[in-house]
């Protein structure tokens, strides 16, 4: 079984520039989440795909954007980039039912300079 | 809205010792109840978790029980070793927004001493 796998694993950007993040989901699940984990915090939501369709949003900015493909990979988007959206970006996939387990890949570590 | 709150850390113990985290949640509906952990350099595993009240969660010799009435979901284990050094999540899943979205605590580091 295939787990939840992240690319890259570190990003430097520079203030304004876009940035996109991939994920691959666990092979069966269908639905993909997105978190943002500033250093020393807990992970904040930023939005989730189900079946290609946003599925609930948390509360990020527009320039937040994402997609999901029909084997349910997913893409976080991020323009206009600001110093404080470095942090580590991890996506987690599951079944797709209420509170199904999610799997948390390892993560995307962008730096904003 | 949701909220989850968990003692500060770090939380230093010697090996054996017994652990206690301390974890509260604020919901809206009836949510169920997780611990992760996250090791070094990786992203984070699901550890336990509970459903409704009065669960019980264990795993690896943690556990943690789900407690309506002081809105309580505590990590604890016996015996500590060297390897549960790491940061511990805990969060919660409220079904009354749709979909699967986790509400996660700052997180309490363990660090584990021989």
């Known amino acids: 079984e295939t787990g939840v796998t992240q690319s890259p694993t570190h990003l430097i950007k520079t203030r304004g520039q876009q940035v996109t993040l991939r994920c691959s989901s666990q092979?069966?699940?269908?639905?993909v989440s997105w978190y943002q984990q500033a250093l020393g915090q807990g992970p904040q939501f930023i939005f989730q795909?189900?079946?290609?369709?946003?599925?609930g949003r948390g509360n990020f900015p527009p320039r937040f954007s994402g997609l999901q493909f029909p084997n349910y990979s997913s893409e976080l988007n991020v323009n206009a980039l600001e110093l404080d959206d470095s942090a580590l970006y991890l996506c987690?996939?599951?079944?797709?039912?209420?509170?199904?387990?999610?799997?948390f890949g390892n993560g995307t570590r962008l730096t904003v300079t | 809205g949701d909220s989850v709150t968990q003692m500060e850390g770090p939380v230093t113990l010697s090996e054996e010792a017994f652990l206690t985290i301390n974890c509260t949640y604020t919901?809206?509906?009836?949510?169920?109840l997780f611990w992760y952990v996250q090791y070094p350099g990786e992203g984070l595993q699901l550890l336990l978790k509970?459903?409704?009240?009065?669960d019980k969660g264990s795993n690896k010799g943690f556990e943690a029980t789900y407690r309506k009435e002081t809105t309580s979901f505590h990590l604890e284990k016996g015996s500590v070793q060297v390897s549960d050094s790491a940061v511990y999540f805990c969060?919660?899943?409220?079904?009354?927004?749709?979909?699967?979205?986790?509400?996660f605590g700052t997180g309490t580091q363990l660090k584990v001493e021989l």
């Open positions: 509970a459903t409704k009240a009065d």
């Open positions: 987690a996939s599951s079944h797709g039912a209420e509170n199904s387990p999610l799997h």
């Open positions: 969060a919660l899943s409220d079904p009354t927004g749709g979909g699967n979205k986790l509400t």
């Open positions: 919901a809206t509906g009836y949510p169920s």
């Open positions: 092979s069966g699940h269908n639905t």
């Open positions: 795909y189900y079946r290609e369709e946003e599925n």
